[in-house]
């Protein structure tokens, strides 16, 4: 057989924990002691020898305080060799936290290292504008996380001064946690922003971090994670 064609699909050398594999799949460094927390469901293919959890105690515990009833599916995967996650072709962000804190949207989240600090979390100042509470997974520490966004996304950096970035609720996918967040009402625009037929909400990050923001408004998964 010509194996000419399928070169360039072919798996590329292991350069970090996490790393992207095209722009929808994502390639895994296992090692024995380095689990990870993973989607339930996601894995596409290893290498090696990795064994999965799909219901670990630490997930049902935390399940129980996700007050919408959904919960988050995680499975523990552990193991030495290669592992592959996608999520039905969404675009994969990996993001390598140092000391770090992101807030993401549950359905978003796609792997990160189980040492890390987690749990959901009420998303402060949303019930004003949003008409609900809005909750989210926190994640801390120094690790890897790798997210999903439907399309290629946008990370803005915020910087460090008083100028605030606008995002439509609906579009965001995580956020550095330390950035100051308010919600904004537009009339307007509300023809131009948004989805809604009466008013267009947005919220303002300012401060130092970053925001993930995917290239669709589809308020499907948002309205799962609210309470």
Not at 4 to 30: C, D, F, W
Not at 149 to 158: E, N
Request: hydrophobic residues 35%.
């Amino acid at each position: 057989m010509n194996q000419t064609p399928i070169q360039g699909y072919a798996p590329t050398p292991v350069t970090a924990r996490m790393e992207n594999h095209g722009s929808s799949m994502l390639k895994v460094a296992m090692q024995t002691g380095q689990d990870l927390f993973a989607r339930t469901g996601s894995m596409v293919a290893y290498e090696g020898y990795v064994q999965y959890d799909p219901n670990p105690p630490a997930v049902r515990q935390m399940a129980s305080q996700w007050l919408t009833g959904e919960g988050m599916p995680l499975m523990r995967c552990h193991g030495d060799g290669l592992l592959y996650l996608a999520d039905y072709g969404a675009d994969v962000v990996c993001l390598q936290l140092n000391g770090d804190s992101l807030s993401v949207n549950g359905t978003n989240v796609l792997a990160f290292d189980a040492h890390l600090q987690w749990g959901v979390e009420r998303v402060k100042g949303m019930a004003k504008f949003a008409g609900q509470g809005l909750f989210n997974v926190g994640i801390s520490g120094t690790g890897w996380v790798a997210l999903t966004s439907r399309g290629t996304p946008i990370v803005v950096d915020c910087g460090r001064g008083d100028d605030e970035t606008y995002v439509d609720p609906d579009a965001l996918v995580a956020w550095s946690s330390n950035l100051r967040m308010k919600g904004k009402r537009s009339f307007k625009a509300s023809s131009l922003i948004g989805r809604g037929s009466g008013e267009a909400y947005q919220l303002g990050f300012s401060g130092e971090g970053f925001v993930v923001v995917q290239p669709s408004e589809d308020s499907t998964d948002r309205l799962r994670a609210r309470g």
